[in-house]
């Protein structure tokens, strides 16, 4: 059985950094894009950045560059989201997601998402 489950989110002050991990397991991931979107309150979900399993290679939306880092550890089979200078517009619900194309709509798999709050 596929899984995608995050952790990590929580209640941050502004300016203040946060680590988002994923735990994929149910398959190899060989050839999938590791991605993490958010969706803030009342909003879509929007892109955040995303990883290629094979290579290490990186993408990034307008809002995550130069503040978010995304990596991964193949050996643990884990996706991370390495947030800094948190903003209260980064408050959303991020979720982890893997898929062939690193857009939403070709995710093939969505964890349940963690919640990360900014208060200003």
């Known amino acids: 059985q596929v899984q995608l489950v995050e952790s990590g989110g929580g209640l941050v002050q502004v300016g203040d950094s946060l680590r988002l991990s994923c735990a994929a397991s149910?398959?190899?991931?060989?050839?999938?894009?590791m991605a993490w979107i958010r969706q803030p309150p009342g909003m879509d979900r929007e892109f955040v950045a995303a990883?290629?399993?094979?290579?290490?290679?990186?993408y990034y939306e307008d809002p995550a560059e130069g503040r978010f880092t995304i990596s991964r550890d193949t050996a643990k089979n884990t996706v991370y989201l390495q947030m800094n200078s948190l903003k209260p517009e980064d408050t959303a619900v991020y979720y982890c997601?893997?898929?062939?194309?690193?857009?939403?709509?070709?995710?093939?798999?969505w964890g349940k998402g963690t919640q990360v709050t900014v208060s200003s």
């Open positions: 990883i290629s399993w094979n290579d290490g290679s990186a």
């Open positions: 149910g398959r190899t991931w060989t050839s999938y894009a």
């Open positions: 997601a893997a898929g062939h194309i690193a857009t939403i709509s070709g995710m093939d798999y």
